[in-house]
């Protein structure tokens, strides 16, 4: 027999939207004197639920992580007969590829590995959890770090924002959970560049299957299970909540010329369009690094240790007589700018994972990096490597905005302005939280995509388009762009949305031409690094983004989207007449709103020495030992779709490795 707490929890959904109903047939000046109470009222609604909801749901259980710093490292400048505490392994960084490296390491007994992250659980943090909530975080400096580029030179001098994470999980819990891996060319294009056929899709697509579990749907029954991992720790599937956009867009796709595919990550190769799966469980909350890796039973083994709170200052290094080299023996560690630094030992091996601006700003500030550059910084130089810092790539993304008709259910309330949005967003929260059965709070928003050639005739065609474009794809079957649809439109990251029902299509430059760098501001380690994409420095990548926004308004004009948007609107802020616009204010428009989709790459570069790489193929940095790197920043070059799961194979793959450099040396 059910409770009345039981039935009385259940019958609410029900009681509010009985009150929704009634709110959208009555005036509004019933219930309110003015626009302020009106809002007032919304939010305080809002809150008052929200507070409910966490009464009932209790907080969320706590997970066996170190914040005390002086229980893993010893103060400098304090006495102890001991020395400094000692690991195998030390981590620097507990982001996507650090958590994986962690959990898997240690599932070898033998080895004892500190992982030290600067910021705390991403886990603790609702909208992290939630898949909705992910960009009420971007601009929270507890947990994300507020990094701006340097004014864009080709991007009408403006400077762009660029979150990071700072928390466990990094940018796996902060990311839009699409779980897409780009494409085969582009590690058979990485064992190329490093001259090693370990990392060429053919061997390397073995740790991809080895990180995920894949959840079948009936709705998808073509997706190839036998293609996917069944038991890995990273679940993916399509248990986030889908709008009724993504047919639409889909089908809009299929309708100008671009192929249906089932999986992006199948063995038919990643150019078509279909609905993204995603890194969603079947709870609808995120999947992240920490979640899937850093799990009770791992984090109860005695050979793990996981420190937050505690930001890297530098690697220790030291020099033998038996080796020209140096070796990294350790890292030093602070939790504020301020406060005590502590140290610790590594007694066989460092890796460095903090991503691709903080890696290398980790190894300048430790004295490895351009050696003159280093001098003029006041650093002493522990080893000479200029490829350090330098090839920064991402992907530049352009949105473009659309009215629609109320054709298509209204998602305003997710931003609520009057009493009855107010009372939907409660409602969401009530399913989401309470009731556990998802709803719009379970959605991601990155839904659906389409992955496409710039030279493709079919969709360019050489009388519309004759000017031959630079082929920057890692193989002629790999594409250049991404296309994705958003259920609601926004501006500055999803901190601003517009007042009227809106839809958003996006293109992204999958391979840029351009490079930039990352440079030190300071030698303060809690500074912010200097970060320039450089974007749109080439000819090639601001004509692709303008083949792509052309291809978009083709998109927003076919049916059956075009029927759901207002193409009548006239509005200066939407973009319903932008293809009346010649090619010239199109290029306009691409520098002015170009920003960053999440994905910076390749500043620590597995390459040869000599041509600007930073580590080997074994992830080792040239000129010293038991130091490596793993995180996006070793990418050779940038994938043709989403980041993470290409630095969980990574991690995937060099946890196998030490493991069995371990074991071999115990043979």
Known sequence: MTSFSDRAVASLPTLLDSIIEKLRGTPLDVYVLNERITVTRALLSGAAFFILLKLLLGKSKKRKYVSNLAKVGRSIGSAHANGLPEYDIIVIGGGTAGCALASRLTENPDIRVLMLEAGGSGRAQPDSRMPAGFPRLYMVKEHVYNFWTEKQTSANGKRKFWPRAKMLGGCSSINAQMAQYGAPGDFDEWASIIGDESWSWKNFAQYFRKFETFNPHPDYPKVDSSARGSKGPVNVGFFNTASEWVNLFVDACVGVGIPRTHDFNGVTGTVGAARVMTYVSKNFERVSAESAYLTPDVLSRPNLT???????????????????????????????????????????????????????????????????????????????????????????????????????????????????QGFMFARSLLQYFVLGTGGVLAMNFGEAAAFVRTDDPILFPPSQYPEKLVDSTSAKDSPDLELFSTPMAYKEHAQVFFDVDTVSLHAYLLRPTSRGEILLDS??????????????????????LVRSVRLLLKISQQEPIKSHLDHTSTRADLDHQLHLKSNAQLEELVRERVETIYHPTSTCRMAKQEEGGVVDKSLRVYGIEGLRVCDASIFPSIVSGHTAGACYATAEKLADQIREEFASKKR
């Open 523 to 544: 030698t303060n380690p809690f500074a912010h690094p200097i970060v320039n994409p450089n974007y749109l420095s080439t000819r090639e990548d601001l004509m692709k």
């Open 306 to 420: 996981v420190a937050i709170g505690a930001t890297v200052t530098r690697i220790l290094f030291e020099t033998s007589k038996s080796s020209s080299k140096p070796r990294a023996v350790g890292v030093e560690f602070a939790n504020t700018e301020n406060g005590p630094r502590f140290q610790a030992n590594a007694k066989k091996e460092v890796i460095l994972s903090t991503g691709a601006v903080q890696s290398p700003a980790v190894l300048m500030l430790s004295g490895v990096g351009p050696a003159e550059y280093l001098k003029s910084k006041g650093i002493s130089v522990v080893a000479d490597l200029p490829g350090v810092g330098k090839h920064l790539v991402d992907h530049p993304v352009v949105d473009l905005y659309f009215k629609n008709h109320p054709t298509i259910a209204s998602l305003m309330f997710m931003r609520p302005k009057t009493l009855s």
